[in-house]
């Protein structure tokens, strides 16, 4: 006779089943509706200006010696190629992470799944992380492309997600932010992990230009 499955065996063989009906269930799924484009670009054209507002205020992240150059962050223009739609396929581990950051320091943060996406007809996932105290629950994405070290800052970019009303998340490439630390070396930045380097140049969001050091 067999020996009974082990609780720990029997747990994983149970989220793996588990994971599949998801799967099945999200592929069985009515289409989605169809992105609203100019809505999308006209909350970040508002999003572009709020942050140049508060960069020329006395909030400002800047050194004080970049304030009075100061003429409003680079973009690329908006780009609907890089929008998608994604729904995130949950961990099962609530273990925390520790992701290195721009000190050298760790910051303690949850796996909170896998966001799939289609990009020139390749298949492309990016991990999806939740700060490990309390906080708004927002997925958190760092990511590094093809673009980093050359037109945007080479240590990555951020992405800062909220489930949609239709349990979708908004993958947004224009939206992507460079870090506090590329401006201010006082700030401290999570570093993008390894499974988060796109092999293609994701020419949206906030880019560099010469008086940065795009080197990170």
């Known amino acids: 006779m067999p020996a009974p499955l082990s609780f720990t065996r029997l747990s994983a063989a149970v989220f793996a089943v588990l994971a599949a009906v998801l799967a099945a269930g999200c592929a069985d799924r009515a289409p989605a509706e169809p992105l609203p484009f100019a809505q999308l670009r006209a909350e970040w054209e508002t999003a572009v200006a709020r942050k140049d507002s508060l960069f020329r205020s006395a909030g400002t992240p800047l050194l004080p010696a970049d304030t009075a150059a100061f003429d409003g962050l680079p973009h690329f223009p908006y780009d609907t190629t890089f929008v998608f739609a994604p729904r995130l396929t949950p961990t099962f581990t609530t273990d925390t992470l520790l992701l290195t950051t721009s000190t050298g320091t760790a910051r303690p943060f949850t796996h909170a799944g ?88 994701v020419l949206a969001g906030e880019r560099v230009t010469g008086s940065l050091d795009i080197a990170g």
């Open 114 to 201: 896998l966001l799939s996406f289609t990009y020139d007809d390749r298949p492309f996932q990016l991990t999806a992380f939740r700060p490990a105290l309390l906080g708004p629950p927002t997925l958190f994405i760092p990511f590094r492309d093809a673009s980093s070290g050359r037109a945007t800052y080479g240590a990555g970019r951020y992405l800062e997600l909220q489930e949609q009303p239709d349990g979708r998340y908004l993958l947004d490439f224009n939206f992507a932010t460079t870090p506090y630390c590329a401006f201010n070396p006082q700030y401290v930045c999570p570093l993008p992990p390894a499974e988060n380097l796109l092999p293609f140049e």
